[in-house]
Every structure is written in structure tokens, then in C-alpha cells.
């Protein structure tokens, strides 16, 4: 089986290092830990007490996940970051201490179920800057304040926004600003004093490092950079962050001399994919391996193999690779049946490989 192996203390040594360096800048933030998508063996292994105890909020987009953070820590704050569905409103009531929201009735029946409980629920209302994600327009903020602050179990503590994640919509310090604006609109207009403007993410920690984040901005978001290493934009490395926490090993689980090209006529409607094959290829046949992964689990494109070979293939669960003619420059055999191949991995693998039901989790 193939395996994806966890660095646990690296990954705890950036969520600390980015708790510390939130701290000498003055923001609250939020560890966004979607991509283990509530893994039991994430929570004992890398959210243990001592760094709850210190980071103090997690943020998620599955109710599930943010039910079992409960269930181990009970007074852990905990934030919903999907505009919640209608059908699933007691379960953010219960799970989440926070949540992120666009709608007024989505609002409106997040404070029925509140009430029933007798709990306040908090809010941050999302603003729309250019990403045509979750979001209302800017202009729209009094009005949409005014209609849900009046109601008996709902607090609003604040607004933010979302950039970068869909289209790549960059964050500025001008597109920052805008989010500023819309909480002095709220003070100014509805005489309410809002806690936070949450409008920061891994995406953002350059412009904050280069001071380029204004100071009314003071809640990050962040999973991407404390799980990787690295700010989104550019995919490098943020100052003392550990990259390296996550790798991949797909077995080799066949090494045949084959031919180039397939034979016969190749229908589109296959339910894998290809890669048209090399045209520099001299010979009529060259080694295939075949790796003991597939779609389902991960998409070949977010993968960076850590030696050169082409992507010839991939279906539900394997993927064939061309190795050429399979020599190493003392012409002895390179790769053999029960090899592994080492990737490197973005984030979106990280996320899939971790969902998959057909690769084994090791944390070391």
C-alpha cells in the first residue's frame, strides 16, 4: 500500500513558530485544519493539550471534524468556515463557536436553534473582494448588519473575507483596506464596535512580513502555511517554517518492457486519463512501472516526483510511469518490482492522499 508519512514535530514546530510570530504582531488567529479532515490520529498525535492550551482556536469547513475537537476539548473555541447549510444548522449550533456567514435566513436560523439552547452564537459576516467566493458586496454591509442585529442570540464580532483560495485573487494592502472601510461603516452607521476583521490567511503572511497589512486587520486564518511550510502565492518557504512534513511512497508494483504507443484505437470515453507519449523516444519499447495508487486517491498533476521519468497513465487506483530503458549509468537495473517512488506534495494532495481510504497514514 502506499504510504504517506507525517512529520508530527515539525508540523508542531510551525504551528508554534506561527503562534509566536502572530503574537509580536498583535493578531488572533485561527489553526484551519481541514486538510486532516478530523483524523483521530492527528488530534492525539499533533493537536495535543499543550498546543491547544496555547493557539486556543481551530477552524474547519466539516461539522464532523469539529465535532471530535469537542469532544476532546470541550472549551476549545472553534470556528465553522463555510457559509452553513440550512439542513445542518443544529449541528453548527453544537459544534462550532463561531461561523462564517453571507445569508440573513441562514442567520436568522442559526438564532432559533441558539435559542433553544440558550447559547450565543458568534458570527463573522464574509465580504466579497473579487475572489467570487463566499461573500456579500461591500456595499451592502449596513444594510445586512442591520438586519441581523437585533436578533436575541446572535452576536456579530466581526467581518472578513477570503482571497486567493478559488482564482488566486492576490490580497493587497488596498483590497485590505476595503475590508477596513466596512468596519468603519459599521461603527460609524450602526454604532457597533466589531472585535475583528478576519482577513488574513497563509496567502497574506508576506504582506503582514513586509508590513503591507493594515493594523485594523487583526485575525489570520491559516492551515496551508502551519501544515506546509509555505505561503500559497508563490509556494515558497515562510521564514523559519519547516517544508518538508509530508512525504509520499507509491510501491512499484510491476516493471515490464513494453511497447510506446498503445495498440489499437484509444476511445475518449475512458474513465482514466493519459499522457500522449514523448515523441524524443528512439526505441519501440521502453519499461512501464505500474504504482499502487490512483484518481481516487491523489491527482498525478499535484505530485513532484523526486526523480525524472514520464507520467505515461492513470486510472481509479494505479498509475504507470515510462522509466525508459531502466539503467542507471553503471548500466545495472535502476528500478525493480517493491521499489518505492518518493513525491514531493502540494497542498491539495496532502488533503486527498489524507481523505484516502487506500493509503496508509504514517505519523513518525
Known amino acids: 500500500m502506499a ?23 498583535n493578531i488572533e488567529w485561527s489553526l484551519v485544519t481541514k486538510v486532516f479532515s478530523g483524523d483521530d490520529t ?42 452553513p447549510a440550512l439542513t445542518h ?14 445569508s440573513v435566513a441562514t442567520i436568522t436560523a442559526l438564532n432559533a436553534s441558539a435559542q433553544k439552547k440558550n447559547i450565543i452564537h458568534k458570527i463573522i459576516i464574509m465580504i466579497e473582494l473579487g475572489e467570487l467566493r463566499e461573500g456579500i458586496s461591500n456595499n451592502d454591509v449596513e444594510a445586512f448588519y442591520q438586519q441581523v442585529a437585533d436578533l436575541s442570540h446572535i452576536e456579530v464580532i466581526g467581518i472578513g473575507s477570503n482571497l486567493g483560495c478559488m482564482f488566486g485573487v492576490e490580497p493587497s494592502y488596498n483590497k485590505l483596506m476595503q475590508l477596513a472601510r466596512s468596519k468603519g461603516l459599521v461603527a460609524s452607521k450602526c454604532n457597533k464596535k466589531l472585535k475583528f476583521i478576519s482577513g488574513g490567511t497563509s ?28 505561503c500559497p502565492l508563490e509556494g515558497k518557504k515562510f521564514k523559519g517554517l519547516h517544508k518538508d512534513t509530508f512525504e509520499f511512497y507509491a510501491n512499484i508494483i510491476e516493471l515490464i518492457e513494453k511497447e510506446i504507443l498503445p495498440g489499437g484505437h484509444t476511445a ?32 498525478r498533476a499535484d505530485l ?20 525508459g530503458d531502466n539503467k542507471t549509468k553503471a548500466n545495472t537495473a ?10 514531493r506534495l502540494n497542498y491539495i494532495a496532502v488533503a486527498r492522499l489524507l481523505s484516502s481510504k487506500f493509503v496508509q497514514k504514517v505519523y513518525v
Open 334 to 343: 535502476k528500478y525493480k518490482v517493491g521499489d518505492k517512488i518518493k513525491f
Open 3 to 25: 504510504e504517506l508519512i507525517i512529520h508530527s514535530e515539525k508540523i508542531k514546530d510551525n504551528i508554534k513558530f506561527l503562534n509566536d510570530y502572530f503574537k509580536t504582531h
Open 304 to 323: 513532484q516526483a523526486e526523480d525524472t521519468f514520464q507520467f505515461v497513465g492513470a486510472t481509479s487506483d494505479m498509475v504507470v510511469i515510462d522509466v
Open 89 to 102: 444548522i443544529d449541528e453548527v449550533i453544537a459544534y462550532a463557536d463561531i461561523s462564517l456567514n453571507t
Open 268 to 299: 475518449e470515453g475512458s474513465h482514466g486519463s493519459a499522457i500522449k507519449p514523448c515523441n524524443n523516444h528512439k526505441a519501440l519499447k521502453s519499461y512501464k512501472a505500474i504504482l499502487d495508487f490512483g484518481l481516487l486517491d491523489v491527482d
Open 203 to 230: 496567502i497574506t503572511l508576506p504582506l503582514l512580513e513586509a508590513d503591507l497589512v493594515p493594523k485594523a486587520i487583526n485575525h489570520f486564518r491559516v492551515g496551508e502555511a502551519a501544515f506546509l511550510g509555505i
Open 42 to 83: 492527528f488530534i492525539k498525535t499533533i493537536l495535543t493539550k499543550d498546543l491547544i492550551e496555547n493557539i486556543k482556536s481551530v477552524s474547519d469547513s466539516k461539522l464532523e471534524s469539529l465535532k471530535k475537537l469537542k469532544a476532546v476539548y470541550p472549551s476549545l473555541e472553534t470556528i465553522y468556515i463555510n457559509p
